[in-house]
């Protein structure tokens, strides 16, 4: 999985990625705004703010070279200012801001808010959406007076006040369906199992996943290691539930496996392909060092070099490159593989300078705004071309940035793509807003096309080469992706 959000690509320069999302800012000023917007822009509570460095950006420590990150300011309520906050935030920077209708954030943040009120057993006969007149400081206003009526009968618990107001704020970012617009008021929850499984994405189930559900990965040092979980074990059941019933994997099942903490044992059946043996285990979910991503390269027979890049954090691309150079003191390459399963994206400054190494003075993608004015995205030209074949190979993990490079190396007839089709997690780059609680609000400023001009973002890259990894594959040993880019290579 990427850093933040889910891995976005955006993790470009903060200061230029600024003055884009300002000049959107003019842009959206000029455009959809009724007649009372501007009588009642004073009123607004301050404006969303960019902070000096992306709370969650890979620091010093993760081989970025630069300086650490700053401590998050320590979060506090979240308040309807706090939403009124958010919801002008995203007509001001959401590259779609400037003609969304405000009914798209205020229905679904109050079908969220009055779900909440009835799952706590709290629904109020006055909890009634207001009517809305496609103004959007009107519709703001008769939304506020309905939410704090609602709120000024709860109970004062304040955790419960809060979690109201969470919801509320994030159905109304669920609302743009994008999936490089959220909503981050805690980092997000790290499953202390120390599993990865197949058909899961950073925020849940791949809706386009198949059963079974099987480990891709075990941690060094963690609690399933201990377990003697391993890779290609099918999860059959977690606490006695079965993950999959009627086809369907069930979400409560997997938040077990998602979000596992210390001092809560979770209990695993599994199916171990190799074997056939079906056997139950409990696995202790404890802290274990989490390693930096680090790219690996090695020769393979046949003088083909093999290299495994987990994301594309910053400083991969020399990395990268320098390897394949140390290389080919020694060895006359034939051919690169580029592993990209489960890279989940990362700096986009690292992709433009790895695509440079296969191509120069060509558009990779595009970047385009709310009116389809599009901006051509180039490789870095700087960059020695490595003149060999290519084949990369993909699966549901290659995400964002991942899924950029794969689009590109297909559009552009780069190299060939072997193994499945990418996540398309890539509806484009986007920067984090600071709101009053301090809490982030991430709006992405422009939407992403492929160098063809075709959408990415939801659909994925295909395969030329359709090679998926499966439970038995991996339980044996086996690697249908790399042996098929062999094939080719050789």
């Known amino acids: 999985m990427t850093a933040m959000v889910g891995g976005m690509k955006n993790k470009l320069r903060i200061a230029a990625g600024v003055a884009v999302s300002a000049a959107l800012v003019g842009y959206a000023a000029t455009s959809v705004i009724s007649p009372a917007s501007s009588a009642a822009a004073s009123s ?38 706090t939403i009124e906050q958010a919801y002008y935030c995203m007509f001001d920077h959401y590259y779609r801001g400037s003609v969304l209708d405000d009914r798209t954030l205020l229905v679904p943040a109050f079908a969220a808010l009055t779900q909440e009120l009835q799952r706590r057993g709290l629904d109020q006969s006055q909890a009634t959406m207001p009517a809305l007149t496609v103004g959007r400081d009107a519709d703001w206003a008769a939304f506020s007076r309905a939410y704090q009526k609602i709120a000024a009968k709860l109970p004062e618990d304040p955790a419960l006040r809060q979690a109201v107001a969470e919801v509320t704020l994030s159905g109304m970012v669920a609302a ?10 805690l980092p997000q929850q790290r499953s202390l199992l120390g599993l990865q499984f197949s058909g899961f994405h950073a925020d849940g189930i791949d809706p386009a996943g198949t059963a079974p559900i099987f480990v891709t990965a075990v941690a060094p040092g963690s609690g399933a290691q201990s377990a003697g979980i391993k890779p290609g074990d099918v999860v059959v059941a977690v606490n006695g539930v079965p993950l999959i ?6 979400e409560g099942v997997t938040a077990w496996l998602r979000t596992a903490s210390a001092g809560q044992p979770v209990q695993l059946t599994l199916r171990r392909p190799v074997t056939g043996m ?7 979910p404890v802290a274990f060092a989490q390693a930096s991503p680090t790219a690996e390269t090695k020769l393979l027979p046949g003088d083909l070099a093999e290299v495994t890049i987990p994301s594309f954090y910053p400083g991969v691309a020399d990395q990268v490159l320098n390897a ?6 020694n060895t006359t390459l034939r051919g690169i593989i580029l592993d990209l399963r489960g890279n989940g994206g990362g700096s986009g400054a690292e992709l433009v300078r790895l695509l440079g190494a296969f191509v120069h003075g060509k558009t990779t993608s595009y970047w385009c705004d709310v009116r389809d004015h599009c901006t051509a995205n180039h490789p870095d030209d700087t960059v020695p071309l490595l003149n060999l074949p290519l084949v990369a190979l993909t699966d549901r993990g290659c995400a964002s940035a991942c899924d950029s490079f794969a689009s590109a190396v297909k559009d552009l007839h780069l190299g060939t793509l072997v193994g499945t089709r990418t996540a398309g997690l890539v509806s484009g780059p986007a920067l984090p807003y600071l709101l009053d609680d301090n809490s982030e609000l991430m709006l992405p400023f422009f939407r992403e096309i492929g160098a063809n001009r075709e959408i990415v973002d939801t659909i994925g890259v295909a395969p030329d080469h359709v090679a998926p990894m499966t439970a038995a594959d991996l339980s044996a040993g086996r690697d249908p992706g790399l042996a098929k880019a062999l094939t080719l290579l050789r």
Do not use: M, Y
Not at 51 to 80: D, F, N, Y
Not at 324 to 329: D, G, P, S, T, Y
């Open 176 to 185: 743009l369906g994008d999936n490089h617009a959220r909503w981050t008021r």
């Open 44 to 81: 607004r509570p301050p404006a969303c703010a960019a902070p000096a460095l992306p709370i969650g950006q890979p620091s010093a420590a993760s081989g970025s070279g630069g300086p650490a990150a700053p401590q998050p300011a320590p979060l506090k309520p979240t308040t309807i200012a």
């Open 278 to 284: 079906t056997f139950t285990t409990t696995v202790n």
């Open 324 to 329: 394949i150079a140390e290389l080919r003191k």
């Open 245 to 250: 019933v009627n086809g369907i994997v069930s």
